[in-house]
């Protein structure tokens, strides 16, 4: 394991430690939320943790959640008291841009019933601005995406379907995702109505004042940023 890898995973031992007995946790998707699932499990193994019910933001950590030990349940009107994820993009206002690893749509729907979110990720991700670096994934619907596609270019954004191979890519909800490149300058909750409001839309990777806090990996240690 690389420094900066052990960097990541202290840094979901730190989020985890947030986690007390009986909580409902929202559990995040991706390379850096596996870390928390992981230790999750391991303090249910040893005695540490107990009474703990996950709500899988996809297949993928739902499969790992049981693989370790982590009860997992259904997405369900009650609340959370805790979800832990990773981001692509964490600006100053700990806004966040999320969806590369496909999950946007589940990741939302079960993060906005959490009292609290909390965010692990290492340095790299972190921009004075969303759209810096990563693209902005959109869910969109599968029937008509081409004229989807064509609205959003209206909205003056640039982008691509994603298509890893022959095929586009599909999410566990068996839509599309569009790439979007965002603009220099933009408001980003502006541009969130805008594309919520944009027919074919399903949902947007544009997480805004969700996050509580933000443990981040960088090669001199672990840093701890909280929202204001």
Do not use: C
């Amino acid at each position: 394991m690389s420094d900066l890898e052990a960097l990541k995973k202290e840094a979901a031992v730190r989020a985890v430690a947030l986690v007390d007995s009986g909580m409902r946790v929202g559990l995040g998707t991706g390379s850096t939320a596996k870390y928390a699932i992981e230790e999750l499990g391991r303090r249910l193994a040893g005695g540490e943790l107990s009474g703990i019910v996950g709500v899988a933001t996809s297949e993928a950590s739902d499969v790992l959640a049981r693989q370790v030990g982590v009860p997992v349940e259904p997405l369900d009107p009650r609340p959370l008291d805790i979800a832990i994820d990773g981001a692509d993009e964490i600006d100053p206002r700990l806004n966040l841009i999320k969806g590369l690893g496909g999950a946007l749509l589940r990741e939302k729907l079960t993060e906005v019933q959490a009292r609290r979110l909390v965010i692990i990720a290492d340095h790299t991700k972190i921009v004075t601005r969303l759209g810096e670096k990563a693209p902005l994934p959109v869910e969109i619907a599968r029937f008509g995406f081409l004229s989807t596609i064509e609205r959003l270019r209206e909205l003056g954004l640039g982008g691509r379907l994603r298509q890893p191979g022959a095929q586009p890519y599909l999410t566990d909800n068996g839509n599309y995702i569009f790439d979007a490149q965002l603009p220099a300058a933009f408001e980003p909750e502006e541009m969130q109505r805008q594309l919520k409001g944009t027919l074919g839309v399903v949902e947007t990777g544009l997480f805004l004042g969700m996050a509580e806090r933000a443990f981040v990996a960088a090669p001199d240690g672990v840093r701890e940023l909280t929202r204001e």
